[in-house]
Each structure stands twice: as C-alpha cells, then as structure tokens.
C-alpha cells in the first residue's frame, strides 16, 4: 500500500488532475481525558510528543500536496482528539501549511472540533483570526451526573459560557454534539437537555444514540455487569422526538443524526456521504483519495516516526514510500456502488438515482434489485422525484437496510 500511495504523491498525473475538489481532515490526537465510550484514535498523558507532533502532520501536509495540486480545497477540518487543545502557534503553522501548499477555495468551510473546558475567549479570537470558521464543540449532555457517566470534564455552566465566548469571538457556525439514549437516561431528560442547547440557538446540531463500543472502558462496565445496556427502546423514542422537535425549532434535518438551520449543514461531512475524495492527515487518519482507500498509522509516536523516515527518503532519493500509511485497499467498483449507496441512504434527501446510474453505469435497481424489493416491502426505503430514500421507520431501522446493500464477502467455498 506504501508503494501505491508513494506513486500517488510523487506527482499530479492525470488521474488526480480530474478531481475537481477535495476536502482535508487533520487529524489531532491529543486529549486531556479519555471519555468511556470513546474509541477514536486518541490518547490522554501524551503531551510530551506534542513538540515533534505539530511539525510531523506539517511534513505530511508537504509529501502529499503534489498529488493535489489540480484539485481544489473545499473543505478543512481538525478532528481529533480534542484540536482545540492545540497552541495558537501549532494552528497558525498547520493553517499557513495548508494555504501554502494546496489550492484552498476563498470560500472553504473550516471546522475545527472543541471541547467546553479549554475554550477562552483569547483563544476562540486566535483561532477565528486564523481563518478557522465552524466550530464543533462536543456538549453531550446538559446533566451533571449524565456528563460524569460519560467521563466528560465540563459542566453545563461551562458549555454556557463557551458558547457565549464562541460568539464574542465571530463564530456564527456553531454545531453542538450530543448524546441521547443514556443508561437509566428517562426522556424528560433528554428533553431538557435538548431544550437548553435550543436557546443557545446553534446553526447546527448533531444527535447520536449513545453506543457501546468494544474495547472502550464503557463496554467493560456494562460487561461486568457495572452499569446496564442502553435501552434502544428508550433511545428510539427520544430520537422520534428529537426529529418532531427540531423541525418545530426550524432545524433541517439533513442525515440521519444531523439537523441545521437553512444553509449551515456540514459540507465537510457532505462529502464523505457523497463518496468523494478526501485525504487525512495525522495519526490515524484515513483517506479516500485517487481511487483508493488508505488509513495512517494509529500510534502518534510510530507516526512521527515515519513521517521522519519519509522525509528523510525523499531528501536522499528524489521520491520514496509514504511510510506512515499503514494499509489500505484500491476498492472495485462492486464496492464502490455498495459505499455509494450506503452513504447516500444516510441524508434524508437520499440519492439521486439518475446521477448513480451516470456515474457507475448501472441502475440501482440492476445492482441491489433483491435488496430493494425486500425493504420496499418492509416500508424501511422508497422513491419520490427521483430519488431512493430512507422512510420514517427506515431511518430508526438504517443498519438493516445497509448490511443488506454490502458486497457479499468473496472467499473460498465451504
């Protein structure tokens, strides 16, 4: 995979001069506390690698931009861990990298993700002075005790004074994550909780049942029988409210767990769900660039290392491997009409079933025929101008729709 994706960045050939725009995650992996129910690729009592972490991701910034240098910048996001721990000078260096050597639209939406805690208002006003402008802070709950099972550092005081901060600064895109579907979580609540993020009036608000990942320190809790499974019952109610509620507030919901006000959905995100290019950079973070698939190295220190190594490959030999990708894949088209379709079923418009057939040269029916029939029959899908969507019941029921549209696995026989 080093090799393809080293011949990928040597130069701009014609296979990267035909992708019009292209949007760009950085990936930062450092935070102060690891959340129980996180499993992101992040790490907590590692500021020592810091110093060397910031000029790493700036060298990765430089070894890919030959390869995008015909496409054009839609989008930057910083994710993470938590990016708004970085310093003021670490962003001014990353952002200044990233003019300096893409193509960056004058108009690109930059998004970098927050946590209330560590959001001053000096801070806020460097990062919106750097260009930074969407910010997406991760509220969770406006419950003490609910932020305290999810291992969260700040109170809802303190979202209150970030938000506020925020807007003293110049941000007028502001989304707020939260969680609903608790353990021993009751829906008045969630509603509450929901209520009091609605006066702080964001533009844009994305909603995610709380799930159970394996290896977090959440799932061994409730695998010893600490704390309970979530109900999905519970969590299923409160998301049909969530939808009715947020319409009412003038909120569109535009995929199955994000809701904004006219002209502020996510247009980062967008192009995940529209499967087109996209490059990460940072530990850990993956890409979906030239036709393949590829994902970086997870350990922020292995990944300092081979951004190292790459450097120091190119400096010698003209060129060299991309050593921090640490495997990926060149999909076939099967599974990119399957990722296509799955994607596009996650917004609410669904997908434009003219432009699929343009694009992949078949009809989505000629495709997932079987699969159709079967969730048209059990009302979880359905057409209208044109286009296949997700009902109402389907949108609680996606995954099984989804698993559904997935290639069959190809192997040996039994």
Known sequence: MTTIAAQSAASAGPLEAKAPSLALYLHIPFCSAKCGYCD?????HLDHLIPDYTPALISEIELWAPAAQQSRVTSVFFGGGTPSLTSLEDLEAITNAVRGRFNVDPEAEWTLEANPTELTRKHLEGMRGLGINRL???????????????DREHTPERV????????????????????????????????????????????????????????TALYYRVQ?????????????????????????????????????????????????WRAEPYLGMGAGAHSFFVGQRFANVDAPNR?????????EQRAEHGRGTMQQ??????????????????????????????AFA?????????????????????????????????????????????????????????
């Open 325 to 354: 990708v640490a495997g990926g894949e060149t999909p076939d088209e099967v599974t990119n009409r399957a990722d296509t379709a799955i994607l596009g079923l996650r917004l609410l418009e669904g997908i434009d079933e003219a």
């Open 40 to 44: 992101f690729n992040s790490y907590e």
């Open 303 to 311: 990944y300092v290392e081979a951004i190292t190594a790459s450097v």
């Open 160 to 215: 209150v004074e970030a938000v506020t901060a925020a807007r003293v600064a110049g941000f007028d895109n502001l989304n707020l994550d939260l969680i609903f579907g608790l353990i021993n979580h009751t829906e008045e609540r969630w509603r509450d909780t929901l209520e009091q993020v609605l006066a702080l009036e964001p533009e844009h608000l994305s909603c995610y049942a709380l799930t159970v990942e394996p290896e």
């Open 224 to 272: 010893k029988g600490i704390l309970p499974e979530p109900d999905p019952d519970i969590a299923a109610s409160q998301y049909e409210w969530t939808r009715s509620s947020l319409a009412e507030a003038g909120y569109e919901h535009y995929e199955i767990s994000n809701w904004a006000k006219p002209g502020r959905r996510c247009e980062h995100n967008l192009i995940y």
């Open 358 to 414: 343009a694009r992949y040269g078949v009809t989505l029916d000629a495709e997932f025929g079987p699969a159709l029939e079967r969730h048209f029959a059990l009302d979880l899908i359905e057409r209208a101008d044109g286009r296949l969507r997700l009902t109402e019941r389907g949108l609680l029921l996606s995954n099984e729709v989804f698993i559904d549209l997935l290639p069959d696995p190809v192997g040996p026989e039994a």
């Open 136 to 150: 997406s802070m991760g509220v969770q709950s406006m419950h003490a005790d609910e932020l305290e099972l999810l």
